[in-house]
């Protein structure tokens, strides 16, 4: 069995086999917003797409040409290559729990997107039989950051079980042909780095959105970064920014952090508005 789980270190990698990438069967788990973004492009390079969902989104899919499932028997028994979860991350557990995966016949590689990497992978590997490939991913960009093309922005991946090398190698290839910049990373690692970086941007972006900060006439360009992060971290559900919070296990120490770094600044400022009364008042 070819399987690398373990590496720690993050690094620019090309995914590709020697094999030409093959064309897709995917089957989309959760087709909300991420989920229909990602089919888009998937659908635009020729792979098939299906998908199931707890809305019925059957009259967008039917504009999509995309096969719509409402019953998750029919959609895990057609021939799909691919199943790519694109829940959410408080529902994951919850949607996997609730499909038959244990029945699967047929060996496909399931492919999870969530901003969270170390969650999905255990769930994933606790719910499926031993014989399907795994692969983590977080494309790190979303319908806004990606609506003019995804070119320079980071997949994030890892190949937890992979046996199927040119299955995997055709998925990725996906990404790699949008011109993505591929970082293969363990999902330990990817939790580290992303509670430091992605969920302190949307817990940043989610207390100037609770102040109620708006543009103005005299913005500068510092403050008008403050507006659009304030934006788009708005624009996410608030299930995707407290999935990054309950299930990453880095986030309540950055989360503490942020807190004891916005006391010490406090601090630092009303004893220097006091140095300063003092030494007006002499
Ligand atoms: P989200 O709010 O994180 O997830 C919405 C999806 O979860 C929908 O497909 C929804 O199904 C499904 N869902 C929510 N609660 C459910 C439940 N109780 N039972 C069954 N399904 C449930 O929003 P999103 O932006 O579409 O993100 C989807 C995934 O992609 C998330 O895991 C997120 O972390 C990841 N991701 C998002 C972005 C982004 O920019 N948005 C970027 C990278 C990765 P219905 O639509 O059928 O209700």
């Known amino acids: 069995m070819s399987s690398s789980s373990s590496s720690s270190s993050s690094s620019s990698s090309s995914s590709s086999s020697s094999l030409p990438p093959q064309t897709l069967k995917i089957g989309i788990v959760g087709f909300g917003t991420f989920g229909q973004f990602l089919a888009k492009t998937m659908i635009k390079q020729g792979h098939t797409t299906r998908a199931t969902s707890r809305t019925d989104y059957s009259q967008l899919c039917h504009q999509l040409d995309v096969p719509f499932f409402r019953d998750v028997i029919p959609f895990l028994e057609a021939d799909n290559d691919v199943i790519l979860i694109c829940t959410s991350i408080l529902s994951l557990s919850e949607v996997l729990n609730s499909m038959p995966l244990r029945r699967l016949k047929r060996h496909m590689l399931f492919v999870d997107v969530l901003s969270v990497k170390e969650h999905p ?162």
């Not at 992978?121 to 950051?145: A, I, K, W, Y």
């Not at 949307?202 to 109620?212: D, T, V």
């Not at 360009?221 to 659009?228: A, D, I, R």
Request: proline share 2%; glycine share 4%; charged share 25%.
């Open 121 to 282: 992978r255990n769930v994933l590997l606790q719910v499926l039989p031993e014989n399907m490939d795994v692969l983590c991913t977080h494309p790190m960009f979303g319908p806004e950051s990606g609506k003019n093309g995804w070119k320079d922005l980071p997949l994030v991946y890892e190949k937890v079980r992979v046996r199927d090398e040119t299955r995997c190698s055709s998925f990725l290839h996906i990404f790699e042909s949008e011109g993505c910049r591929m970082v293969e990373m363990s999902c330990e690692e990817h939790d580290k780095v992303a509670a430091r970086s992605q969920f302190l941007s949307h817990s940043i972006g989610r207390i100037l959105a609770e102040m109620g900060i708006e543009s103005t006439s005299m913005n500068t360009k510092s403050f008008e970064t403050l507006v659009k992060l304030k934006e788009s971290t708005t624009n996410d559900s608030f299930d995707l920014f407290s999935g990054l919070f309950i299930h990453n296990r880095f986030a309540q120490q950055e989360l503490m952090n942020l807190e004891q770094s916005f006391e010490k600044v406090k601090q630092r400022l009303l004893k220097k508005m006091s140095e300063q009364q003092s030494l007006s008042s002499v």
